[in-house]
Protein backbone atom coordinates (compact mmCIF):
# COMPACT_ATOMS: atom_id res chain seq x y z
CA UNK A 1 0.00 0.00 0.00
CA UNK A 2 3.12 2.18 0.76
CA UNK A 3 4.46 1.83 -2.88
CA UNK A 4 1.04 2.61 -4.18
CA UNK A 5 0.62 5.93 -2.26
CA UNK A 6 4.00 6.69 -3.20
CA UNK A 7 3.66 6.19 -6.59
CA UNK A 8 0.40 8.50 -6.80
CA UNK A 9 2.09 11.17 -5.12
CA UNK A 10 5.11 11.20 -7.36
CA UNK A 11 2.23 11.39 -10.32
CA UNK A 12 0.67 13.96 -8.55
CA UNK A 13 3.95 16.55 -8.04
CA UNK A 14 5.19 15.15 -11.95
CA UNK A 15 1.03 16.59 -13.19
CA UNK A 16 1.52 20.16 -11.00
CA UNK A 17 4.82 20.56 -12.14
CA UNK A 18 3.72 20.46 -15.73
CA UNK A 19 0.34 22.69 -15.09
CA UNK A 20 2.31 26.14 -15.46
CA UNK A 21 3.02 25.01 -19.09
CA UNK A 22 -0.40 23.76 -19.71
CA UNK A 23 -1.39 27.00 -18.85
CA UNK A 24 1.05 28.69 -20.58
CA UNK A 25 -0.67 27.67 -23.90
CA UNK A 26 -3.39 29.89 -23.86
CA UNK A 27 -1.87 33.38 -22.53
CA UNK A 28 0.27 35.86 -23.84
CA UNK A 29 3.90 34.19 -22.60
CA UNK A 30 6.00 34.38 -25.48
CA UNK A 31 8.32 31.91 -23.88
CA UNK A 32 10.80 30.35 -21.49
CA UNK A 33 14.45 31.09 -20.40
CA UNK A 34 15.83 28.10 -18.83
CA UNK A 35 18.61 27.86 -16.84
CA UNK A 36 20.30 24.64 -15.99
CA UNK A 37 22.71 24.39 -12.85
CA UNK A 38 22.32 21.18 -11.59
CA UNK A 39 24.54 17.52 -12.33
CA UNK A 40 21.08 16.00 -11.66
CA UNK A 41 19.99 13.71 -14.54
CA UNK A 42 16.23 13.30 -13.35
CA UNK A 43 16.19 17.43 -13.03
CA UNK A 44 17.87 17.71 -16.25
CA UNK A 45 15.78 15.57 -17.79
CA UNK A 46 13.00 17.59 -16.27
CA UNK A 47 14.33 20.48 -17.67
CA UNK A 48 14.43 19.18 -21.04
CA UNK A 49 11.27 17.38 -20.98
CA UNK A 50 9.55 20.71 -19.94
CA UNK A 51 11.43 22.81 -22.87
CA UNK A 52 10.46 20.46 -25.22
CA UNK A 53 6.94 20.82 -24.73
CA UNK A 54 7.33 24.41 -24.63
CA UNK A 55 8.44 24.06 -28.11
CA UNK A 56 5.89 22.59 -29.02
CA UNK A 57 3.16 24.40 -27.70
CA UNK A 58 5.16 27.20 -30.39
CA UNK A 59 6.30 28.92 -27.39
CA UNK A 60 10.49 30.48 -27.71
CA UNK A 61 13.06 28.87 -25.09
CA UNK A 62 16.39 29.99 -24.51
CA UNK A 63 18.82 27.68 -22.56
CA UNK A 64 21.82 28.70 -20.02
CA UNK A 65 23.72 25.89 -19.05
CA UNK A 66 26.59 26.47 -15.40
CA UNK A 67 28.10 24.59 -12.97
CA UNK A 68 27.26 21.09 -13.02
CA UNK A 69 24.68 21.64 -15.62
CA UNK A 70 27.22 22.40 -18.33
CA UNK A 71 28.75 19.17 -18.28
CA UNK A 72 25.59 19.08 -20.93
CA UNK A 73 26.60 20.64 -23.50
CA UNK A 74 30.57 18.63 -23.42
CA UNK A 75 31.04 16.57 -26.68
CA UNK A 76 32.60 13.46 -24.10
CA UNK A 77 30.20 13.87 -21.37
CA UNK A 78 29.48 10.81 -19.56
CA UNK A 79 25.18 10.38 -20.45
CA UNK A 80 22.70 8.62 -17.99
CA UNK A 81 19.50 7.12 -19.89
CA UNK A 82 16.23 7.77 -17.98
CA UNK A 83 13.74 5.60 -18.29
CA UNK A 84 10.67 6.00 -19.84
CA UNK A 85 11.94 7.66 -22.15
CA UNK A 86 15.47 5.74 -22.60
CA UNK A 87 17.03 8.85 -23.64
CA UNK A 88 19.82 10.90 -21.70
CA UNK A 89 19.37 15.01 -21.20
CA UNK A 90 22.04 15.73 -23.91
CA UNK A 91 19.49 13.82 -26.63
CA UNK A 92 16.85 15.93 -26.06
CA UNK A 93 19.03 18.83 -25.63
CA UNK A 94 20.35 18.23 -29.20
CA UNK A 95 16.78 17.98 -30.30
CA UNK A 96 15.78 21.17 -28.85
CA UNK A 97 19.09 22.97 -30.20
CA UNK A 98 17.89 21.35 -34.20
CA UNK A 99 14.77 22.71 -33.26
CA UNK A 100 16.57 26.21 -33.25
CA UNK A 101 16.55 26.93 -29.79
CA UNK A 102 19.54 28.71 -28.26
CA UNK A 103 21.92 27.34 -25.97
CA UNK A 104 24.36 28.66 -24.09
CA UNK A 105 26.94 27.86 -21.58
CA UNK A 106 28.18 30.10 -18.80
CA UNK A 107 30.92 32.17 -19.45
CA UNK A 108 32.77 30.95 -16.36
CA UNK A 109 32.37 26.91 -17.17
CA UNK A 110 34.73 26.73 -20.23
CA UNK A 111 37.75 28.55 -18.40
CA UNK A 112 37.42 26.92 -15.01
CA UNK A 113 37.04 23.29 -16.66
CA UNK A 114 40.07 23.76 -18.75
CA UNK A 115 38.26 23.45 -22.14
CA UNK A 116 37.52 25.14 -24.63
CA UNK A 117 34.93 26.11 -27.20
CA UNK A 118 35.71 22.83 -29.31
CA UNK A 119 35.05 20.93 -26.98
CA UNK A 120 30.93 22.06 -26.77
CA UNK A 121 28.40 20.06 -28.94
CA UNK A 122 27.30 21.75 -31.95
CA UNK A 123 24.82 24.21 -31.84
CA UNK A 124 25.86 25.51 -28.68
CA UNK A 125 28.15 28.71 -27.95
CA UNK A 126 29.43 30.66 -25.00
CA UNK A 127 26.85 33.18 -23.12
CA UNK A 128 27.63 36.91 -23.55
CA UNK A 129 26.45 38.56 -20.05
CA UNK A 130 24.91 41.75 -21.47
CA UNK A 131 22.65 39.75 -23.96
CA UNK A 132 21.73 37.54 -21.03
CA UNK A 133 20.52 40.22 -19.31
CA UNK A 134 18.67 42.11 -21.90
CA UNK A 135 16.95 38.52 -22.70
CA UNK A 136 16.08 37.85 -18.99
CA UNK A 137 14.48 41.43 -19.11
CA UNK A 138 12.51 40.61 -22.06
CA UNK A 139 8.46 40.99 -22.07
CA UNK A 140 6.33 37.84 -21.42
CA UNK A 141 9.64 35.34 -20.72
CA UNK A 142 9.13 33.32 -18.05
CA UNK A 143 12.52 32.16 -16.29
CA UNK A 144 12.86 28.48 -14.87
CA UNK A 145 15.75 27.27 -13.23
CA UNK A 146 16.58 23.80 -12.43
Known sequence: MRVFGKTVAALFLLAASMMPLQAMASDDTKGLFVVVTTGDVQTQMMAMVLSTQTVEQKKSVRMLLCGPGG???MKNSKQTMVKPLDKSPQ???KNLIKKGVTVEVC???LPNKGAT????IEGVTVAKPPVVAEKLREEDI???TF
Request: aromatic share 12%; net charge negative; no cysteine.
Open 71 to 73: ELA
Open 91 to 93: MLL
Open 107 to 109: PLF
Open 117 to 120: PDNL
Open 142 to 144: KLF
